[in-house]
């Protein structure tokens, strides 16, 4: 008896009548069941959120920003979401409303944009008052438990385009504020360099004040020995004063009579000057005639001489002789000499006269004068005593400049060494001035100044600074199409687990034949993988072509599932075969361990560590991973060694059914009377 006998005649028993062929179909048709309907009903869920009923509740009252404008998010994020229509919104008046709707089923959900929505997004503008601004999301898990994963989603998206919008336009503001402090640092640099060249022109006036300073401290110093000697002069000048004062006193009280007495002199030097002059007079005129007799005496003479030469008496030379002897005679006479002398009198007498008349003037004047004379010493005698007085005012005054020059000389000293000080500090301060407007220059080239393009681009970039760049290698096209390799797979075990309960592992016709215990094995999986070949089949062509999941590579794929059914379908029948009725039970448990083991919805990394040795060891992670890769496009490097590994399923499920060949040849009470028959 050959493989494909045995695999015949048991298909023939299982088509031999009418319901058997039913029996057949509809179990040829638990995959689609299974598979393409559960992905027929979640394809595209995503996008048939807007049949959802989502409660929205807007009491944004707006803000204004601080450029003064208006900004209404609350009515803007209303409006997109609206437009959107990935729910179906339902405007209401008030929060208690919305809440009240989602309590009662009535909404899914409810968004509320509460009244500080539009202020608090404009608040980061002010340091002191910036707050957050809230979208308040009201789920209830009772409508549905996903709904809430799906609203969060929503609200983040929500979020992120409110927050980049926001932050936009902040981060432009801050760069515009950038930029005004860039001007402003370059107009700080510039007067900070006005102020280096201030500080220093103060230093050099400090210099200049400190070295003046210093001769002021000296010419203090100086003052203040003159102020001793003036004290000194001061304390001298008062004993002078007295001194004065006192002989002024007596002078006046010698002078009371010298007017009177004055007057006197004055009198008798007239009296002394006309008689001088009558003196004058009467000596000039006994010159005068004395000078008339001498005259006539020598006239007479020479008339004598004439009369004896013209008588012939002498000649004329003796006439001349004794008129030259006269001469002679009379210039030596004692007469001549008394001439002589009362002429040199009369001279004196003239100076004499002249000199009492000077003296008579002059006593006039002096006797006119000596009233005035007498008032100035009595003046001068009333002023000594007001300089007395004043002197030892002075002296007093004098002492009190004397302690203030000591002031001023102490002062000059810490004067001279605050200006000392000053010089120093604005030494300083100039190289510290420089230094700041150097610093002040070369930070305002640190500080940025970016145009309006560069301030559109890095706003953007801050209000959003990470983007994500999204590089699928392999890409599922829809919700559905993610479920795909998942659901397939498992649509597959169920399918054949549905055949074990209509088909023989082993039929007692092939136990009873001398038929070689493998060929017995694989005559008994074959109808298995008939059926199993046609439930793949048609499960692949209609998710291909009813639900369009447009694989990346449909006849790969369409193989992969053919491997996938010789190698589920040799395990379990092979199991099934071995163990009888409590087989199926462990072909249940198979199927939940890989269920919940194999990553078809959430990695299988996360699952916890023992399942991960049930992953390595059960085949549907393989396929469902495999599965992926085809459909998707993904690297097809691993389909190879999957494919290798089914085959190793298949030869282990097949070596199962040998071993329950040679079990079941062998009959016993319990064959022909099971304990449980499921």
């Given amino acids: 008896m050959t493989v494909l006998r045995l695999a015949r005649s048991e298909l023939k028993r299982m088509t031999g009548g009418l319901l058997p062929k039913l029996t057949i179909l509809a179990l040829i048709m638990v995959p689609l069941l299974y598979g393409a309907v559960y992905l027929y009903a979640n394809w595209n869920p995503y996008g048939n959120l807007n049949q959802i009923d989502a409660a929205l509740v807007v009491e944004d009252s707006g803000a204004t920003s601080g450029d003064g404008t208006r900004l209404q998010a609350g009515n ?20 208690d409303e919305a809440e009240a709707g989602v309590s009662s089923g009535r909404y899914a959900f409810a968004l509320k944009i509460p009244q500080d929505f539009s202020a608090n997004l404009v608040s980061p503008g002010s340091f002191d008052s910036a707050s957050q601004a809230m979208l308040n999301v009201t789920t209830n898990d009772a409508n549905n438990y996903l709904l809430s994963t799906i609203v969060d989603k929503l609200t983040t998206s929500v979020h992120t385009t409110v927050a980049k919008e926001v932050g936009e336009e902040t981060a432009n503001q801050l760069l515009t504020g950038f930029g005004t402090i860039h001007a402003q640092m370059l107009k700080a640099g510039d007067g900070a360099g006005q102020l280096a060249g201030g500080v220093a022109t103060l230093r050099d006036g400090a210099g200049t004040l400190h070295a003046g300073t210093t001769e002021l401290s000296a010419g203090a110093a100086e003052l203040y020995d003159g102020q001793l000697k003036l004290r000194d002069g001061a304390n001298q000048l008062t004993d002078g004063a007295g001194q004065l004062s006192s002989g002024l006193t007596v002078l006046k009280d010698k002078t009371t009579t010298l007017p009177t007495d004055a007057q006197t002199l004055a009198n008798g030097a007239a009296q002394v000057a006309a008689g001088n002059a009558q003196l004058n007079t009467k000596v ?38 004794i008129l030259a002897d006269f001469d002679s005679v009379a210039a030596s006479s004692p007469v001549a000499a008394a001439k002589s002398a009362i002429q040199a009198d009369a001279a004196q007498i003239q100076q004499l006269s002249d000199g009492a008349g000077a003296v008579s003037v002059g006593a006039a004047q002096l006797a006119a004068g000596m009233p005035a004379l007498k008032e100035a010493v009595a003046q001068a005698s009333g002023g000594a005593d007001k300089l007395h007085t004043g002197a030892a005012t002075l002296v007093t005054g004098q002492q009190s400049a004397l302690d203030g020059a000591g002031r001023l000389a102490q002062g000059a000293k810490t004067v001279d060494a605050g200006a000392g000080q000053l010089e120093s500090g604005a030494g300083t301060a100039a190289d510290g001035s420089r230094t700041l407007a150097d610093e002040i220059n070369r930070g305002a080239g640190q ?16 209000a959003d600074p990470v983007a994500v760049s999204n590089i699928s290698q392999a890409k599922a096209d829809s919700y559905g199409a993610g479920l795909a390799p998942f659901f397939l797979t498992l649509a597959l075990w169920i399918g054949i687990f549905m055949l074990i309960q209509a088909m023989r592992p082993i039929t007692q016709r092939a136990l009873a034949s ?15 993988l008939a059926v199993s070949a046609v439930q793949a089949t048609l499960l692949t062509l209609v998710v291909d072509l009813s639900l369009g999941l447009n694989p990346a590579h449909p006849v790969l794929m369409w193989l992969f599932m053919l491997a996938a059914a010789m190698a589920f379908s040799a395990i379990i029948q092979g199991v099934v075969a071995l163990l009888g009725s409590p087989g199926k039970l462990v072909v249940l448990i198979l199927l939940v361990l890989q269920l919940v083991s194999s990553g078809g919805t959430f ?3 996360t699952t916890p560590q023992p399942l991960h040795v049930v992953h390595e060891v059960l085949p549907m992670g393989y396929v469902v991973t495999g599965m992926r890769h085809l459909i998707y496009g993904a690297d097809l490097s691993m389909i190879m060694p999957t494919a290798l590994g089914l085959l190793g399923y298949t030869l282990l499920g097949t070596v199962m059914s040998t071993l329950a060949v040679r079990k079941h040849k062998y009959w016993t009470l319990k064959t022909l009377k099971p304990e449980i028959a499921v």
């Fill in 447 to 462: 500080v940025p100044n970016p145009s309006d393009a560069q301030k559109d681009s890095l706003s953007q970039v801050i």
């Fill in 76 to 95: 803007d994020v209303a409006e997109g979401l609206i437009a959107g229509h990935v729910f179906n919104w339902q405007q209401v008046s008030s929060a």
């Fill in 514 to 528: 001398n038929a070689p215990d493998w060929k017995i094995a694989v005559g008994g999986w074959l109808p298995f």
């Fill in 603 to 605: 990695p299988w990394q």
């Fill in 284 to 321: 000039h005129n006994v010159v005068t005639q004395l000078d008339a007799a001498d005259q006539g005496l020598r006239a007479r003479v020479i008339e004598s001489n004439a009369r004896l030469v013209a008588a012939g008496a002498i000649t004329q030379a003796q006439a001349d002789k």
